[in-house]
Every structure is written in structure tokens, then in C-alpha cells.
């Protein structure tokens, strides 16, 4: 299974030097566009959507990261973290099943 990063230049290029995959998208339509055609690729396993596009999308990130399974859709923070308001990564996990590493 392979892997894709929907987002921004600064992070498809990021992705590219590692061997993954990328889409550069702008809007909101190509957003969605973007991640219609993930979930309709059999070969991704993980799509992985930036932080300032998933925030263009919010109901349909939501929907995505609660029922998505093949292939995962995750939302990446941006190269600063995520901001002060929002809760980070392991805060997240630790809500969602309990568990704190």
C-alpha cells in the first residue's frame, strides 16, 4: 500500500524527498477533489492532509477521520505544531481511547 500527502507546496515537497507521494491543492474544490480520488485509489493505504487544508473542510475532515479505514485519512500539523487553542496529537489519542504513552 502506498501513501499521499494532499496539501500545501512546502509539504508535498517535504514528502517528495522521502519517497512519498503528493498533491498540491489550493481550494477548497481541489481539496475535495484531491481526497475523492484517494478514497477511490486501492493501492493508498494512508492519505495524509495538512493542517491548513483540513481546516478549508472541517465537517468533511471530521467525517473522514471517524469513518475513513483503507485508506486512513490523517491530519498532519503544520512545521510549527498545532496552534495554541488546539489540542496536540497525544491529547487527541489519550480522549480517544483512554491511553496515554
Known amino acids: 500500500m502506498r501513501m ?3 496539501g500545501n507546496e512546502d509539504a ?3 514528502f517528495s524527498l522521502v519517497g512519498v507521494a503528493g498533491q498540491v491543492v489550493k481550494t477548497i474544490p481541489e481539496t475535495l477533489k484531491a481526497l475523492e480520488e484517494a478514497q477511490a485509489d486501492p493501492e493508498l493505504g494512508i492519505v495524509l492532509v495538512t493542517h491548513d487544508l483540513a481546516k478549508l473542510i472541517p465537517a468533511r475532515m471530521d ?3 471517524m469513518r475513513s ?3 486512513l ?3 498532519i500539523p503544520k512545521p510549527g505544531g498545532p496552534d ?3 489540542l496536540a496529537l497525544d491529547e487527541v489519542v489519550q480522549r ?3 491511553v496515554r504513552f
Open 4 to 6: 499521499l500527502v494532499i
Open 12 to 14: 508535498v515537497l517535504g
Open 63 to 65: 467525517q473522514l477521520k
Open 69 to 71: 479505514t483503507i485508506p
Open 73 to 75: 485519512v490523517v491530519e
Open 84 to 86: 495554541p487553542d488546539e
Open 96 to 98: 480517544a481511547v483512554g
